[in-house]
């Protein structure tokens, strides 16, 4: 049984478009992230919430809206693609609770904007 | 804000031989550090981790790490390498208080390992 998954694992769209990332952990975990993982493999958080409640917006364009319909769900849409959006997607996890902080990641959904 | 620095983007071991994979922070206050592993084509799995306590911290797949306050480094080893650590390597550094789960990474080491 997976831990954090996601859907969709390659995402291949054209440039204008709308599309949706969807994560999904089964760890009781309070808190989920979004990283983004560009082309030179840098990697930096997005967003995170903490028991739906949005706690961390870093400086990321409105074209994308996360959103946590429940604790064990936190999806990414983004408006209006555009080519700079093409990389890899992760989410992760973590329980504030223990204050272990470490975090526990998806496999990744890698984006291609066309 | 905390930043991390991984000096060295490409390493190259032969198998069998020790590992030493550099990594420096800037936080200021005592920081959470974390050392993370992604192969090819997977997420990223974490392999140790330091919060406070014993400076020399113990990991998965035989991996250590020692956090020099002094230096501002948190150091990954390992004393006899496998072809199956070839890897991408991140250090990263953990905010606390407001900004928890705040995960700063480095730029990440990439591991080939000769046979």
């Known amino acids: 049984d997976t831990a954090v998954s996601q859907t969709p694992k390659y995402l291949v769209t054209q440039m204008g478009n709308d599309k949706s990332i969807k994560c999904e952990q089964n760890?009781?975990?309070?808190?989920m992230y979004w990283y983004k993982q560009d082309s030179k493999k840098f990697l930096k958080i997005m967003f995170s919430?903490?028991?739906?409640?949005?706690?961390i917006n870093e400086t990321v364009p409105n074209r994308f809206s996360p959103k946590s319909p429940d604790k064990a769900h936190l999806n990414l849409h983004i408006n209006s693609l555009e080519l700079g959006d093409s990389a890899v997607y992760f989410c992760?996890?973590?329980?504030?609770?223990?204050?272990?902080?470490?975090?526990?990641f998806g496999p990744g959904t890698r984006l291609t904007v066309t | 804000a905390q930043s991390v620095t991984q000096p060295d983007i490409h390493i190259t071991v032969s198998e069998g031989a020790s590992l030493e994979l550099r990594c420096n922070y800037s936080?200021?206050?005592?920081?959470?550090l974390f050392w993370y592993v992604q192969s090819p084509g997977q997420g990223l799995q974490l392999l140790l981790k330091?919060?406070?306590?014993?400076?020399l911290v113990q990991g998965i797949k035989g991996f250590e790490a020692e956090f020099k306050r002094s230096q501002s480094s948190f150091n990954l080893r390992k004393p006899s390498v496998h072809w199956s650590d070839a890897a991408e390597y991140f250090c990263?550094?953990?905010?606390?208080?407001?900004?928890?789960?705040?995960?700063?990474f480095g730029q990440g080491t990439i591991l080939t390992v000769h046979p």
């Open positions: 992760a996890t973590s329980d504030r609770g223990t204050e272990t902080y470490e975090q526990y």
């Open positions: 760890l009781g975990h309070d808190t």
């Open positions: 330091y919060f406070s306590g014993d400076t």
């Open positions: 936080y200021g206050a005592t920081p959470y």
């Open positions: 990263a550094v953990g905010a606390r208080g407001t900004s928890y789960g705040k995960l700063t």
């Open positions: 919430y903490n028991n739906k409640e949005l706690i």
